[in-house]
């Protein structure tokens, strides 16, 4: 079922390039197994499905509502209801617009957004900065507020154990890319 995931993600995605693609789900999903070796009381199969769906119904890309992709591929296979509400509650809990402050419900919940904010730090993090402004037109000066507005918040904001560990290298990259910024640009 896992494969059929990532081929469902995979087509989903499909032509789109602004960072929210098939490789960061696959980051996510990564990031996410090794934060769940760290959990052992979790499921894992509602961590793997909830970090392979976690983007599926992105209200940037897709005019999808109520999780529709994640729940046509999850009925597609035959999930049971309780474990289908459950891994689309932790695709819930994984946005940072609208759950800012708010901790996920689940212990998966968790370990699937500690996953994504894994995903915008570190080098992944600022050559997606750069990717995601350039698309919107943005210079490279304006990409680099992005990091004091957000990007170095994250570290944190991470819930579990193993991602505060993984974000610390990945927050002190990017302070080390932005003070030989600094350098080069004077700025
Ligand atoms: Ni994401």
């Known amino acids: 079922m896992i494969e059929e995931a990532m081929e469902y993600i995979r087509r989903l995605f499909e032509g789109n390039s602004d960072g929210h693609d098939f490789a960061h789900t ?3 999903y990564r990031n996410a197994m090794e934060i769940a ?3 052992p009381e979790c499921d894992r199969m509602v961590v793997a499905l909830g970090a ?5 119904d992105d209200g940037k890309l897709f005019g ?3 999780n529709e992709h994640a729940r046509a591929f999850l009925s597609s296979q035959g999930v049971e209801p309780q474990t289908a509400e459950k891994i689309l509650s932790v695709i819930n809990d994984v946005s940072f617009s609208k759950n800012r402050d708010r901790k996920p419900e689940l212990p998966e919940g968790c370990i699937v957004r500690d996953a994504d904010r894994l995903d915008a730090i570190g080098a992944v993090g600022i050559a997606r900065t ?4 350039g698309k919107h037109g943005r210079g490279l000066q304006d990409s680099i507020a992005h990091f004091h507005e957000k990007l170095l918040l994250l570290k944190d904001m991470m819930l579990t154990e193993k991602a505060k560990e993984i974000a610390e290298s990945r927050h002190q990259f990017m302070i080390g890319f932005l003070r030989q910024w600094e350098k080069e640009t004077g700025a």
Do not use: I, N, Q
């Open 64 to 66: 999808t509502e109520h």
């Open 37 to 39: 070796d760290s959990e």
């Open 52 to 56: 392979l769906l976690h983007d599926a």
């Open 130 to 133: 750069f990717a995601y402004g």
């Open 26 to 28: 696959m980051r996510v």
